[in-house]
């Protein structure tokens, strides 16, 4: 008589794979002979084990369903140890592991698909403040894997098809059994034939080599949002790499790095620049005529302006990438003092520090700073 498999592990008839996952794990933790050594365990422990071997194969699980036993001596080509497959009471020992420490047992069951997604790619793009600044469409060219035209993602040559491997049987995966302190424990592992597709292909795609998908370049277009910064990445969905046999491509990543600009330096959607105006004219007030990313604007220097004094044109800066607006431009100033004077401009500026009360040394009568100082430590006057 055919044992009752799914009584054994407390699941129903229509019970999925998690289910009957959820309760395997539960009763291997209570019934382990490390955790219960009561014989009588240990027994329970093997028909745990046996019970979901057999429901976790959907091919030995389908003989159960239509009255089967296919762990009993003939039963169905699929029985004890001695039977085609190797497969006996006890599932692999990384099962076991897995009720205990939280793995996913029998989650590396069956053949993997050849169908996979793809791999997200990157693209470093240069770009110029102005372009950064107030958007741009790009061309760029992107060197990736895409879809066999030939194949169509198969991997199989014209009017052939993939075989199922005979290794494995189409499982992809072989199994060994071993005796172990537990028992017969059965190990699997991925089929080196078809390397875990359970499927072999016979004839090739003459294109892609059974891989269903070539390497190519590409020409795009990428639109750049006005305001992007340096650093920032734009995302093109399913503009990376196709995947192996032809699976969905990943997404296209464009890094954007902008260029150092000659006048102005950026922070955040700021801008700044550095003007240099003569001593005078920031002593008498002056006028300037500022050249912006997209404009000229004419700009006040009051008079008396110190060295170091910013100027500030509201809205002139770069275009808030989330939101209306724009930054602002800072423009920074610094007082060019003269170098070189001619005697009569030396005399005029002695003249104008007198008339405002100020002191000035003669350096080629006084002496340099270092030598007043060394003739106060010696006491002269």
Same mark, same amino acid.
């Given at each position: 008589?055919?044992?009752?498999?799914?009584?054994?592990?407390?699941?129903?008839?229509?019970?999925?794979?998690?289910?009957?996952?959820? @309760?395997?794990?539960?009763?291997?933790?209570?019934?382990? !002979?490390?955790?219960?050594?009561? !014989?009588? @365990?240990?027994?329970?422990?093997?028909? =745990?084990?046996? @019970?979901?071997?057999?429901?976790? +194969?959907?091919?030995?699980?389908?003989?159960?369903?239509?009255? %089967?036993? $296919?762990?009993? !001596?003939?039963? %169905?080509?699929?029985?004890?140890?001695?039977?085609?497959?190797? &497969?006996?009471?006890?599932?692999?020992?990384?099962?076991?592991?897995?009720?205990?420490?939280?793995?996913? @047992?029998?989650?590396?069951?069956?053949?993997?698909?050849?169908?996979?997604?793809?791999?997200?790619?990157?693209?470093?793009?240069?770009?110029?403040?102005?372009?950064?600044?107030?958007?741009?469409?790009?061309? =760029?060219?992107?060197?990736?894997?895409?879809?066999?035209?030939?194949?169509?993602? &198969?991997?199989?040559?014209?009017?052939?098809?993939?075989?199922?491997?005979?290794?494995?049987? %189409?499982?992809?995966?072989?199994?060994?059994?071993?005796?172990?302190?537990?028992?017969?424990?059965?190990?699997?592992? !991925?089929c080196t034939v078809c390397q %875990?597709?359970?499927?072999?292909?016979?004839?090739?795609?003459?294109?892609?080599?059974?891989?269903?998908?070539?390497?190519?370049?590409?020409?795009?277009?990428?639109?750049i949002p006005a305001g992007v910064? +340096?650093?920032?990445?734009?995302?093109?969905?399913?503009?990376?790499?196709?995947? $192996?046999?032809?699976?969905?491509?990943?997404?296209?990543?464009?890094? =954007?790095?902008?260029?150092?600009? +000659?006048?102005?330096?950026?922070?955040?959607?700021?801008?700044?620049?550095?003007?240099?105006? $003569?001593?005078?004219?920031?002593?008498?007030?002056? #006028?300037?005529?500022?050249?912006?990313?997209?404009?000229?604007?004419?700009?006040?220097?009051?008079?008396?302006?110190? $060295?170091?004094?910013?100027?500030?044109?509201?809205?002139?800066?770069?275009?808030?990438?989330?939101?209306?607006?724009?930054?602002?431009?800072?423009?920074?100033?610094?007082?060019?003092?003269?170098?070189?004077?001619?005697?009569?401009?030396?005399?005029?500026?002695?003249?104008?520090?007198?008339?405002?009360?100020?002191?000035?040394?003669?350096?080629?009568?006084?002496?340099?700073?270092?030598? #007043?100082?060394?003739?106060?430590?010696?006491?002269?006057?």
């Open positions: 008589m055919a044992r009752d498999y799914y009584g054994i592990l407390g699941v129903s008839r229509e019970a999925s794979d998690d289910e009957i996952k959820r @309760a395997y794990r539960k009763l291997a933790r209570q019934f382990h !002979p490390d955790v219960n050594p009561d !014989p009588e @365990a240990q027994e329970k422990f093997k028909d =745990i084990n046996a @019970a979901y071997e057999v429901l976790s +194969d959907d091919r030995k699980r389908q003989i159960v369903d239509l009255g %089967g036993d $296919p762990l009993a !001596p003939g039963g %169905g080509g699929m029985g004890g140890p001695g039977g085609p497959g190797g &497969a006996g009471p006890f599932v692999g020992f990384q099962d076991i592991m897995d009720a205990f420490f939280g793995g996913a @047992a029998g989650g590396s069951r069956g053949p993997r698909p050849r169908t996979r997604p793809g791999a997200d790619a990157i693209l470093r793009l240069e770009l110029d403040l102005h372009e950064t600044a107030f958007g741009v469409e790009a061309p =760029i060219t992107v060197d990736t894997a895409v879809l066999c035209t030939t194949c169509s993602g &198969a991997g199989t040559a014209a009017g052939t098809h993939l075989a199922t491997c005979e290794a494995c049987g %189409g499982r992809g995966e072989v199994q060994s059994v071993q005796r172990t302190f537990l028992g017969q424990v059965v190990s699997a592992r !991925p %875990g597709y359970g499927t072999t292909i016979p004839h090739p795609c003459p294109t892609c080599t059974g891989d269903g998908r070539v390497r190519t370049r590409r020409s795009l277009t990428v639109k910064e +340096d650093g920032m990445r734009i995302r093109l969905a399913q503009q990376g790499e196709v995947g $192996p046999g032809g699976g969905t491509a990943g997404d296209l990543y464009v890094e =954007i790095h902008e260029r150092p600009h +000659d006048v102005y330096s950026r922070k955040g959607d700021d801008l700044h620049c550095r003007v240099t105006v $003569p001593m005078t004219a920031a002593a008498l007030g002056t #006028r300037l005529t500022i050249k912006t990313l997209d404009s000229e604007e004419t700009v006040d220097v009051k008079a008396g302006t110190q $060295p170091g004094s910013t100027l500030r044109l509201r809205a002139r800066g770069v275009p808030h990438l989330r939101g209306t607006g724009r930054g602002d431009l800072y423009v920074h100033l610094d007082v060019r003092t003269p170098t070189k004077l001619d005697a009569d401009q030396e005399k005029m500026l002695r003249d104008f520090a007198k008339t405002r009360g100020e002191e000035v040394a003669e350096l080629s009568k006084q002496g340099g700073f270092f030598s #007043r100082m060394r003739d106060a430590f010696n006491g002269h006057a």
